[in-house]
């Protein structure tokens, strides 16, 4: 007598399997303590291509979160005759330079709480649940684009022909591909081997593209913006085209390479955000749109009872694009823009968005008007750091507040972040909903590096890897390089700073890895001297270090060997009206603890001082009560600090913004009284050859070379 089968109790999801399509699920059986690994090879075949047996025409799950705010969709629009010249404003391939290198390793070449409470948290640690009442009345509570059965608004313009050759970048770049090609460039990307080629650029500066397989600069991407981003795009670019920067940033986008681009400015501020929202949004409604069109495949099949193949078009998690800005008045910028791109041009309606992001008792009369542009544009509005919020579009609408894994975008800090993805041990820690990211644009990170760039390099560090849950994925649907591990090559990095440092350049380096190729891009540097005022002695002298691992402390050590017995003996002598300016918070709490350790008559000014410190300082340095103030570059940064009585300027270290060059220099115009004689006036900066991306902000492009090559070790600029 046969052993009597185990009964099995049903849950809701298998009875609603069973009505649905007659048979259970076969992995509905297995628990959550199964690994994702072994779920995954269950899904790849021997040849590395799934097999994963599937019902064709099986409904994505509507998942299940906090309700967004929904905005209402506006009426339908045919096809504009707008779109054929938005696409015809774009450029043509730019022309490469005849200094083509041969294929060179990168590193020789650079030396230099729940899945369900997972939306918007404050900076606290206690997430706030708000009851969501801003739907707006008669919107409709419709499915999310990548759940329609109907078709889209407006194809994609890259309808690939089964069999044939796909046109569009975005499908190209995305597509599963096993062939030989494909195996060269993954190799030589893993191994950092590119072809380097510099590229005319008259508009944008300096540009080099690190070419995988030697494929080098292509051709413009003949469909690259969806017709139903034309006129939103139109609305939100005060109905102009293209601007000229704007076409050359998305030429450089739209081949999904990953690029850095080292000139931002407030002046092109809103050129460039708009640029990549178009860009972020282009990428999320195309795939939306192959996602359409493969569930039609698969419900005809299912209706046909035929077999539509393997048609996979998703990753293990919902969110697609990671947007990283480092204030809350940025997310309300870029968040705006993507909801009027979403929503056919309309205006916002999300009253708590509006408060929680807003500048709404923020006024710009709080920024002091005596601080420079870029301060008070930098810090108008809400400049809290800590943030993370969740946009899910729609088919003509667009929601915030979504719960991360229920949403297409994710625009958050680095802070923000951090807060969910924890550290190593943490209970509660979460990166699963960055396991699909395809687009990751970090913006301003000349600001974030004067917040915690650790942070920044931690979301660089668990992107794309694998989650512990399957979070209801389809295996059948899921790509299958997200299911070979190899989903970081096909992620593409977008990097915009105004300046470029070795920060950046280290992403660059070592996260940027797609199997496209990348391009540097930095403008030709006039100098900061050049905006000096004040007619002061510049006096450059380049330090000896033996290597990049022992430049700190050769640095250091001229410092307590030579400078610092200078500064003791001028302030013996009297001139006590000296600052020292040091830009790395490591190198300042060093020498901070020196000073101390000597006795010696000074203060010390960082972002962590109050008011009422920095003020006393500052008058103490003005009434030469005072040997010398030791000054921080985050301090400046927060601050602007306007130090008045300054004779002697010692940079132990470059600022690496050389804006601040030039604002402390000009500070000297400020002596403490009329009778401070001109050769009182000086400054000094100490550099080694391991900074030459600071110094060729400081002294021009031209002349950046001779400081760091000649035999001579000091340079003076009167």
């Not at 005759?81 to 005849?98: F, G, R, V």
């Not at 820690?429 to 960055?434: P, W």
């Not at 002061?536 to 640095?555: E, G, H, M, N, T």
């Not at 008045?644 to 270290?653: D, E, N, T």
């Amino acid at each position: 007598m046969p052993p009597a089968k185990k009964s099995r109790k049903l849950s809701r999801k298998d009875l609603n399997q069973l009505k649905e399509y007659g048979e259970l699920d076969p992995f509905s059986n297995l628990g959550e303590e199964n690994d994702l690994d072994d779920l995954i090879s269950k899904a790849i075949s021997r040849n590395g291509f799934g097999r994963l047996a599937s019902t064709p025409g099986l409904p994505k799950a509507k998942q299940k979160g906090h309700r967004g705010l929904a905005i209402s969709k506006p009426p339908k629009a045919s096809r504009p005759d707008a779109y054929s010249k938005l696409l015809n404003s774009l450029p043509s391939a730019p022309a490469a330079t005849a200094n083509q290198g041969a294929a060179t390793s990168e590193d020789e070449a650079e030396e230099s709480d729940s899945d369900t409470q997972m939306g918007e948290g404050a900076a606290a640690d206690v997430e706030v649940e708000y009851e969501v009442d801003e739907v707006e009345h008669g919107a409709e509570e419709s499915e999310s684009d990548g759940e329609s059965d109907g078709e889209s608004d407006g194809d994609s313009g890259a309808e690939a022909i089964d069999g044939g050759a796909i046109e569009d970048y975005m499908e190209k770049h995305v597509a599963d591909d096993d062939s030989s090609q494909m195996h060269r460039r993954l190799a030589a990307v893993s191994q950092k081997e590119y072809t380097q080629v510099a590229v005319d650029e008259p508009l944008l500066g300096q540009a080099v593209l690190y070419s995988v397989d030697g494929q080098g600069v292509r051709p413009p991407n003949p469909n690259s913006i969806t017709p139903r981003l034309t006129k939103p795009f139109q609305k939100l670019n005060n109905g102009q085209d293209l601007s000229a920067l704007q076409q050359r940033l998305l030429g450089w986008f739209d081949q999904y390479l990953d690029v850095v681009y080292a000139d931002r400015s407030f002046d092109k501020e809103d050129e460039i955000t708009t640029a990549y929202a178009l860009h972020a949004m282009n990428h999320i409604l195309k795939s939306k749109d192959l996602e359409r069109r493969n569930k039609a495949k698969l419900t005809k099949a299912h209706a046909e009872g035929t077999d539509a193949g393997e048609l996979r078009d998703q990753g293990f998690t919902r969110p697609r694009v990671l947007i990283v800005l480092p204030f809350r008045n940025s997310a309300y910028n870029v968040v705006e823009k993507l909801y009027k791109l979403a929503s056919g041009g309309q205006d916002m309606n999300a009253p708590r968005f509006v408060k929680e992001y807003g500048p709404a008792g923020y006024e710009e009369s709080v920024v002091s008007k005596r601080k420079p542009d870029d301060f008070r544009k930098t810090f108008a509005g809400n400049i809290d750091d800590g943030f993370r919020i969740g946009v899910q579009l729609y088919r003509k609408t667009a929601r915030v507040y979504t719960d991360l894994y229920h949403s297409d975008i994710i625009v958050a800090s680095p802070l923000g972040l951090r807060m969910v993805t924890g550290s190593e041990g943490d209970e509660r820690r979460d990166f699963d909903f960055l396991s699909s990211i395809e687009m990751v644009i970090v913006d301003q990170c000349d600001a974030l590096l004067m917040q915690n760039w650790e942070h920044v390099s931690h979301v660089f560090g668990h992107l794309n890897a694998t989650p512990k849950k399957d979070h209801g994925c389809d295996f059948s649907r899921i790509r299958q390089w997200y299911l070979e591990g190899t989903a970081q090559h096909r992620r593409q990095t977008i990097l915009i700073s105004e300046y470029m440092t070795p920060e950046i350049q280290a992403v660059f380096n070592n996260n940027c890895r797609s199997i496209e190729g990348k391009v540097r891009i930095k403008p030709v540097y006039p100098g900061a001297v050049t905006d000096v005022i004040a007619q002061v002695p510049q006096i450059f002298k380049r330090l000896s270090v033996k290597r990049l691992q022992s430049a700190a402390d050769d640095r250091f050590a001229h410092f307590a060997d030579h400078v610092f017995p200078e500064l003791q003996k001028a302030s013996t002598t009297g001139d006590k009206h000296i600052l020292l300016f040091v830009s790395s918070y490591f190198d300042f709490v060093r020498i901070r603890n020196f000073c101390r350790d000597k006795c010696c008559s000074f203060a010390a000014i960082s972002e962590y001082s109050t008011t009422s410190e920095a003020m006393a300082a500052r008058r103490s340095l003005f009434a030469g009560e005072l040997g010398f103030i030791l000054y921080s570059e985050r301090a400046h940064f927060y601050h602007r600090y306007p130090i008045k009585g300054i004779h002697r300027l010692v940079f132990y270290s470059l600022p690496e913004h050389p804006l601040f060059y030039t604002e402390l220099l000009n500070l000297m115009l400020t002596s403490n009284d009329e009778t401070a004689s001109p050769e009182l006036l000086s400054c000094t900066a100490l550099y080694t050859k391991y900074d030459q991306l600071k110094i060729e902000r400081i002294v021009g492009s031209k002349l950046a070379s001779q400081l760091l090559t000649s035999e001579r070790s000091q340079f003076t600029f009167a």
